[in-house]
């Protein structure tokens, strides 16, 4: 069923400019709008003769969802002839098995099917902050369009040990990685000759989450469509500093690039209570603004709380207490509980493992298909943990264990290479064989997106999705912001984490915080809530005593309901 565009959808679908900036907060229709702009476009007869539109996301997911919106506004000859939907490391592999050889690489090199670094290092038995180390230092050099010789070098020069005898391996077992394909592709593109091929073949381009662009990137889709590029998105969901992504460099390039700027503030996801809390962050996220789309559809307005705890496990149990409350009032609906770190959610995962009443959904666990979840949990019940981790190279262990070797399908040994990888972390974190295997639920990540029931996941984890209810747990400082953000750059980040939290949220949003907190090594630390609490933020929130009230007069059949 289509949906009825807004004025400003319209805009975007009917507007002559080849370059455009689309401003699209959280819930605000962005997928349904570049899906117009593609309508739009082909049907102004853009795309003329063999020329196509490229379309590039970042994820399987989200190329997944924009082909589906798609589908709803072209015929199926429009969408199979004239519109390309890829990924970045889709696109940068295409480019690198087409024209490696026009800068004289061999377009045979294995292609990544995995994190190789993040194996290579534990292969190596590096600690998480010597792999960190490697990782940053590889990816940073390679985020410049610099050649194999220059990056052994530049690595050398370095200093980095651990990240030189990767790299070195790497060249020699002729592989790339993540951090190459762009690299790779960049490189390619810096031929002309290639470049206009892909400038006639592909009239328009289309970039989803342009706040999630490396500059490394952005000078890829330029090189393809400068001044016919469409992006979308949201400086307050930019939030992948991490992996190189620069959104104030990236929106300022595209602004100067861009004829027209269209603003979505019309929020269709969260409840007036959940916007108004989004809202009052807007000066520590440089986003926008928003006003909800249908104010008087949504059952007591929603609401938005802040709560306040003695300690973890305090807030822990009252969490439990919260989800039994809701679910069994609208036990179709889907709690979010969302932690900036994972190691501060330790307390509410014990809590809810407990439980019986209810579906838990643990994101960072292992959701695998049938057949590698039979042979993971057959490897789980005959091997000795003590073995893995003693071995001169606990993943061939493990490997040569499953028989992964014998595993011919690619999608099948990508499905078993990283469940075993998995599988290492947690034995490596101290989790026993049997622990390991309760945490083994057989689907796909798509039955994350319905399962009614209490999810827990990490900040990061929950960008793109949306919740009938999030608590946000830990809003301490040294948590929220992260102790490690001193920069304002960071610090403006660490909040827009947040926001991206929040926004999560359709009917209600809590945010709660504990005053004592154990660390790791079990010394506990008395806790501050976070410095993003600000006075505006707070004139937004009610109480727990708000909350009891509004649960006993909301209308809990609408809210079931919507």
Request: net charge negative.
């Amino acid at each position: 069923m289509k949906i009825q565009p807004t004025a400003a959808q319209v805009q975007i679908r009917d507007s002559n400019q080849m370059g455009m900036l689309v401003v699209a907060p959280a819930g605000c229709g962005k997928s349904e709008a570049l899906a117009l702009r593609v309508q739009g476009m082909l049907r102004r007869g853009v795309a003329a003769g063999a020329r196509r539109i490229l379309v590039a996301t970042f994820s399987n997911r989200a190329k997944d969802n924009i082909r589906e919106r798609l589908r709803h506004y072209l015929t199926p000859a429009e969408l199979r002839d004239k519109v390309t939907v890829i990924n970045f490391h889709g696109l940068s592999a295409r480019l690198y098995r087409s024209h490696a050889a026009a800068i004289g690489l061999d377009p045979e090199w294995t292609l990544p099917e995995n994190d190789w670094v993040k194996e290579q290092c534990q292969r190596a038995g590096l600690n998480y902050g010597q792999a960190a180390g490697v990782d940053k230092v590889l990816q940073c050099i390679k985020q410049d369009p610099v050649n194999d010789a220059d990056v052994l070098r530049l690595v050398e020069a370095h200093g980095n040990v651990d990240a030189l005898e990767i790299e070195q391996l790497r060249v020699q077992d002729q592989q790339l990685t993540y951090d190459d394909l762009p690299r790779m592709a960049e490189l390619i593109l810096a031929r002309d000759e290639v470049a206009d091929l892909y400038r006639v073949h592909f009239v328009a381009v289309v970039v989803d989450e342009f706040q999630d662009l490396t500059p490394q990137q952005l000078r890829i889709i330029k090189r393809i469509g400068a001044g016919r590029t469409t992006y979308a998105g949201d400086l307050a969901q930019g939030i992948y500093g991490f992996t190189g992504a620069k959104p104030e460099e990236v929106y300022a390039q595209i602004t100067d690039e861009v004829g027209e700027v269209v603003q979505l503030t019309e929020s269709h996801r969260s409840s007036p209570a959940v916007l108004a809390a989004v809202n009052a962050l807007v000066p520590l996220t440089h986003g926008t603004a928003l006003t909800c789309a249908a104010p008087d559809t949504w059952p007591s307005g929603g609401i938005a709380v802040e709560v306040s705890h003695q300690t973890a496990d305090a807030e822990a149990g009252w969490l439990v207490k919260l989800a039994k409350a809701i679910l069994s009032r609208a036990p179709g609906q889907r709690i979010g509980v969302i932690s900036r770190i994972g190691s501060r959610r330790r307390f509410a995962d014990a809590a809810f493992t407990a439980e019986q009443g209810f579906e838990v959904h643990r994101w960072d666990d292992g959701v695998l298909d049938t057949d590698t979840a039979r042979r993971v949990k057959s490897v789980l019940a005959s091997m000795d943990a003590a073995a893995v981790l003693d071995a001169d190279d606990s993943i061939e262990f493990l490997r040569d264990f499953a028989e992964f070797h014998q595993i011919q399908d690619p999608a099948d040994r990508l499905a078993l290479a990283d469940a075993l990888g998995w599988v290492l972390e947690l034995l490596t974190q101290g989790l026993t064989l049997a622990e390991i295997s309760k945490r083994i639920r057989v689907g796909d990540n798509s039955t994350l997106l319905t399962k009614p029931g209490v999810h827990l996941l990490s900040g990061h984890a929950g960008k793109g999705q949306q919740f009938d209810w999030v608590v946000v747990i830990g809003l301490e400082d040294g948590n929220v912001p992260f102790f490690e953000a001193k920069s304002d750059e960071a610090l403006r980040e660490e909040a827009r984490v947040l926001s991206v939290m929040m926004s999560r949220a359709r009917h209600g949003l809590i945010l709660s915080h504990a005053a004592a907190v154990p660390a790791l090594n079990g010394r506990v630390f008395a806790k501050e809530p976070s410095r993003f609490l600000t006075s505006a933020l707070r004139a937004t929130l009610t109480d727990t005593d708000g909350l009891v009230q509004w649960f006993r007069t909301a209308s809990w059949d609408a809210i079931a309901r919507r």
